[in-house]
């Protein structure tokens, strides 16, 4: 059975700690993972997609690296507005996402 | 551009009573789906559409349906609401351009609670 596990549960920074979240999959066949970031209230935003191992992608203080059996979100000298809720998701076939519990992040000021 | 828009954000529903969650995109999208969201569970997909007029079961289809008359809207049934249905709701939708493109794009959810 297909099984993407996020660790931790919880993160909580200080202002400028940085860090990493993970993502481990258990899938034949990935296709894809993605990271999603997700706010209190609000539907998921996409953020990054990766397609091979080794690839690399990085967004402001993100950045997302894929291995073959998982993935890693670093977070670099954090800010208050980088609290939220990451998801990760793994496309295994068709047109169908499995999405991991999520990894809830708070910086501290 | 709206994006994705969901319609309710909230209600509460009697054991029992059924209802209809609509989910609308602008983007011309050809694939939509539905997911519910629990704490410690992730997002779990209840049903998914490839196009007007297509459905498909997810991973979670039991207690509900939908339907796709209309390219831009998917729509989710409850069609006697039961307590374990207490959940975020959100409604995605991707794009096909000569390839697929599974960055989805999300609604804002439907908190429902089932009494």
């Known amino acids: 059975e297909d099984q993407v596990t996020q660790s931790p549960e919880a993160l909580r920074l200080q202002e400028g700690e940085s860090s990493s979240l993970n993502c481990s999959y258990t899938v034949s066949g990935l296709r894809g993972l993605f990271w999603y970031r997700q706010d209190p209230g609000k539907g998921p935003e996409f953020l990054f997609t990766?397609?091979?191992a080794g690839e690399e992608k990085e967004k402001e203080r993100l950045k997302a690296t894929l291995t073959k059996k998982e993935s890693f979100l670093h977070i670099t000298a954090p800010k208050p507005e980088d609290s939220a809720t990451y998801l990760c998701a793994v496309q295994v076939y068709d047109y169908k996402l499995s999405f991991g519990a999520g990894t809830t992040v708070t910086v501290r000021a | 551009n709206a994006g994705v828009t969901q319609t309710p954000k909230f209600r509460v529903l009697k054991t029992g009573q059924s209802m209809t969650l609509l989910c609308a995109q602008d983007m011309n999208h050809e694939y939509m789906y539905w997911y519910r969201q629990d704490p410690g569970m992730g997002l779990r997909l209840i049903h998914y559409s490839v196009g007007e007029g297509t459905t498909a079961k997810g991973e979670v289809p039991d207690g509900y349906n939908v339907s796709r008359l209309k390219k831009q809207n998917f729509l989710l049934g409850l069609e006697s609401a039961a307590p374990s249905q207490t959940s975020v709701y959100f409604c995605a939708s991707n794009h096909y351009e000569g390839v697929f493109r599974p960055e989805a794009f999300f609604g804002q959810g439907t908190r429902l609670t089932v009494v």
């Open positions: 990766l397609y091979s």
